[in-house]
């Protein structure tokens, strides 16, 4: 997926899910610990092995998972230096074929100038 385009002076948002959270120990925490309207921040990980893109999220000081590799967008938006506010907007946590899990956490990004 491309970038967004910027247009005005006006911060824009993006829906996005947080992915890679059926990891047990991140679930029980997110399950305990995030709610709706929380703040997450994302921080690159550029030496990923499995993706050089990579942009986790955190939930304070634990990483609750990772943007989807097709919103590469954003990793350039971080490396350009854009503030981002990450915003927890709802969770999904349903079953699919043969009982496997599917949990993310359903966020709005929107790329400040100050970060506010």
């Known amino acids: 997926m491309d970038r967004p385009e910027r247009s005005g002076k006006r911060p824009?948002?993006?829906?996005?899910?947080i992915v890679g959270t059926i990891n047990e120990d991140r679930a029980q925490y997110i399950r305990r610990f995030v709610q709706i309207?929380?703040?997450?921040?994302?921080?690159?990980?550029?030496?990923?092995p499995y993706d050089p893109d990579a942009v986790a999220a955190?939930?304070?000081?634990?990483?609750?998972?990772?943007?989807?590799h097709d919103r590469a967008w954003l990793c350039r938006s971080t490396d350009e230096g854009?503030?981002?506010v990450v915003t927890v907007h709802g969770f999904c946590d349903d079953e699919i074929g043969?009982?496997?899990?599917?949990?993310?956490?359903?966020?709005?990004?929107t790329i400040t100038k100050d970060g506010r």
Do not use: A, M, W
């Open 82 to 84: 854009d503030d981002h």
């Open 12 to 17: 824009r948002s993006y829906p996005c899910s």
């Open 58 to 68: 955190y939930h304070h000081d634990f990483k609750v998972g990772y943007i989807p």
């Open 98 to 109: 043969d009982g496997e899990q599917v949990f993310s956490i359903e966020i709005e990004i």
């Open 37 to 48: 309207g929380d703040r997450l921040t994302l921080y690159r990980e550029p030496d990923n």
